[in-house]
């Protein structure tokens, strides 16, 4: 998955202009649309309040008028819910037997598949230059092959 997780929002500090932590802070990054609704759906079924803005300055993105699915997407939440959004995502890895890496499996020889295909190859391009060799020698009345080049009443 192409979650990043953020640095730890700054703490709040006496010089705050105030607000008690409602501002919106990055939280983040998702690789695409899908990644940031699957983390702001669990967030929100939390009680954590969440903000996702598409990223749409990569080349080419106007070619999507503005819905590029696989756009990153940067997710925000309150700076009070930053710490309480970290819980829910640890706990979630935690808990989830999905997270665990499965083995994977050994992969497979494709041997066979490969030499019929370089077979197949092989004795296409000899069929077509043979075509095209008797088609030249046709054309130039110059045939030693009587098989080909001999005319059929």
């Known amino acids: 998955m192409g979650l990043r997780i953020d640095a730890p929002a700054p703490p709040l500090s006496v010089e705050d202009p105030g607000g008690g932590g409602s501002e919106w802070v990055v939280f983040a990054r998702a690789a695409n649309d899908i990644e940031a609704h699957l983390l702001t759906g669990v967030l929100n079924e939390a009680g954590i309040e969440t903000y996702a803005v598409t990223d749409r300055s990569a ?14 997407v940067t997710v925000y939440v309150r700076r009070l819910q930053y710490e309480d959004g970290r819980i829910v ?23 066979a598949g490969v030499v019929v295909w370089w077979v197949a190859a092989l004795a296409l391009g000899a069929l077509f230059t043979g075509i095209a060799l008797a088609q030249t020698a046709a054309f130039l009345e110059r045939c ?8 059929t009443p």
């Open 144 to 151: 030693d092959w009587r098989l080909v080049c001999e005319e």
């Open 59 to 72: 080349p080419g993105a106007w070619l999507h008028g503005g819905s590029d699915p696989w756009a990153p």
């Open 89 to 111: 995502l640890a706990e979630l890895a935690l808990s989830d037997e999905a997270a665990v890496p499965l083995p994977r499996p050994a992969p497979q020889r494709r041997t």
